[in-house]
């Protein structure tokens, strides 16, 4: 920019190197991200450190971001309040007679927490301490109950509702309806390549099943848990028919969940209570802090015309819609290995937007490609944060577990592929359900 000390490549090579050194040095990811501002808004006279303070406060100011926080506590008054015993007790019922029936289960019960809390990091921490020492009871190889564990938790970030999606759509202004109807598809396809994994692994090692449920059983504990199942629709159904916002039913999730904790299966202590309510407050720090931090940063870079800059080259390539569809993955796949979802959305999202719109993807179809892809970061290391979660309860090293973990992903880089090359999958339900929201 004319006036500026800096050019667009020098505030690049500063922001990125003194970040990634910063990463290297295990310096958390949002303190790298705020760190890696500080050079630039020193030396440059037309900015200052208050930047930072200014930028991280507007990310903050945000009615949609208040969702976040809400529906992580809708998962921790789950865990506290009996919801997901009742799930896991209808997931058995369902699964249980299938080869590797408590894997099975443990992908089933993702499935159905992933409808209500949107969290993935909330759903590895529940799930390990469900399913990990059980499985290894029963004779599961640890490597195998960790790698399912944590690959089956990255399905809250896919199937709606989302904090990614609501992330998406309050900083790259994309429907968060419309992002809520695409992910069922491909986010029900992945849970079912899951279970297909884990049938081909119990015919591999022998692994046990459960006698199958009576249909009595499987009525019963339906009924059980019926409550708990219109936790998704209530949340999802308001949003996409205008009865409420994204916050908003992130708010009426929270209300429903207490009712039936307190209300219907009183099982909620006061401690209980206390201890979602602390859980909650440390995930909502840590997940609001990474937004503030990358806030900041993809404001700089803004600021320098880096995303042109890095653009220019690539726009030249003259790739098509799916060519463009399965770069962009790429970038996503390789950024989630080192970056946090959210800030991976706020500062990647923002700098790959131009170049899908140029490309004519639809800006649902893009958000998918990047929130699936992201979602594979969840249990890649260096990052990897679910699979971390599983490891440490399992209370083994990440690399013990990464062999089985990779070969969970392949059949989900499939479902990735198939959400490129048909943007059907991902748009069939908006176009159906409610047009508006394509634009």
Not at 93 to 111: D, E, Y
Not at 160 to 188: D, K, R
Not at 342 to 353: D, R, T
Request: aromatic share 10%; with cysteine.
């Amino acid at each position: 920019m004319g006036g500026n000390v800096l050019s667009s490549g020098d505030a690049a090579a500063i922001l990125f190197g003194v970040f990634f050194t910063l990463l290297v040095l295990r310096v958390p990811v949002a303190v790298a991200l705020g760190l890696a501002c500080l050079p630039i808004l020193l030396i440059e006279p037309h900015l200052s450190p208050m930047v930072l303070m200014q930028e991280t406060f507007n990310a903050f100011n945000s009615f949609i971001l208040l969702a976040v926080p809400f529906f992580l506590l809708t998962a921790n008054l789950m865990n506290v309040g009996g919801i997901t015993n009742r799930l896991m007790t209808l997931s058995r019922t369902m699964v249980g007679h299938w080869p590797g029936a408590l894997a099975q289960i443990n992908v089933v019960l993702s499935i159905f927490f992933a409808g209500i809390s949107g969290s993935s990091t909330a759903d590895a921490a529940s799930q390990s301490k469900i399913f990990i020492e059980a499985q290894r009871k029963e004779g599961y190889d640890d490597s195998f109950s960790v790698a399912i564990t944590a690959v089956s938790a990255v399905l809250a970030v896919i199937i709606p509702p989302s904090i990614l999606m609501i992330v998406w759509g309050g900083v790259l202004t994309t429907s968060i309806g419309a992002l809520f109807l695409a992910g069922i598809i491909p986010g029900l396809l992945i849970g079912l390549v899951q279970m297909g994994t884990v049938h081909a692994y119990a015919k591999l090692r022998g692994y046990p099943t459960y006698p199958r449920a009576s249909w009595g059983a499987l009525a019963g504990a339906l009924l059980t848990a019926l409550p708990a199942l219109m936790t998704p629709f209530i949340i999802i159904g308001g949003k996409i028919f205008g009865w409420f916002t994204a916050t908003e039913s992130a708010c009426i999730a929270v209300l429903y969940a207490g009712l039936l904790s307190l209300l219907v299966y009183r099982e909620m202590s006061f401690r209980g209570l206390y201890e979602a309510l602390g859980e909650t407050g440390r995930l909502a720090a840590v997940a609001l802090f990474c937004v503030g931090a990358a806030s900041c940063f993809g404001w700089l870079l803004a600021y320098y015309k880096i995303p042109e800059a890095i653009l220019s080259g690539v726009s030249a390539w003259g790739m098509g819609p799916i060519a463009t569809g399965f770069f962009i993955a790429a970038v996503f796949l390789v950024v989630g290995c080192f970056l946090d979802a959210i800030p991976a959305i706020i500062i990647v999202g923002a700098i790959l937007q131009p170049l899908a719109a140029g490309a004519g993807l639809d800006p649902v179809h893009f958000a998918m490609i990047g929130i699936v892809s992201l979602a594979f970061g969840l249990v890649t290391p260096p990052y990897g944060l679910c699979l971390m979660i599983a490891c440490h309860v399992a209370g083994m090293r990440v690399g013990d577990a990464l062999k089985d973990t990779v070969i969970m992903l392949l059949p989900m880089l499939a479902v990735l592929a198939m959400v490129i090359l048909w943007p059907g999958l991902v748009l069939v339900l908006p176009r159906m359900i409610s047009p508006e929201f394509l634009g």
